[in-house]
């Protein structure tokens, strides 16, 4: 999402991205990466509970997870093993979702070029 930035500014939008991830991990992602949006945390994903876009992560990918360094329940600070689905949401000004992709597949990621097409088409 990094590099379409400009093109999302451009449009009038403004990225946010939300994650379960405890405030400092965010923090370090933004950081790290050099990132030109934030990371809002959403502790235990209760947000994304509240959309039904949170869904309980299966033990052996957690496993995987763990296998790569990636301590889940630790940087997201809590044991629910509960993930958000990966999607885009884009809500107007006035607070109206004006247009979602979200899928329930987790390895499914909105295309970020997709994002910029549903900007323009929104600002005509």
Known sequence: MQEILPEIEAAGATLVALSPQLAEFNVK???????GFDILSDPKNAYAA???LRFELP???AGIYSS???DLFGNNGDDSGT???PGRIVISADGLVRATDVDPDYTARPEPADTVAVLK???N
Do not use: A, C, R
């Open 83 to 85: 993930l958000p689905m």
């Open 59 to 61: 033990t052996e990918i």
């Open 121 to 123: 088409q929104l600002k």
């Open 50 to 52: 509240e959309l039904g």
């Open 29 to 35: 992602m933004v950081d790290s990466h050099k990132l």
């Open 68 to 70: 790569f360094g990636i």
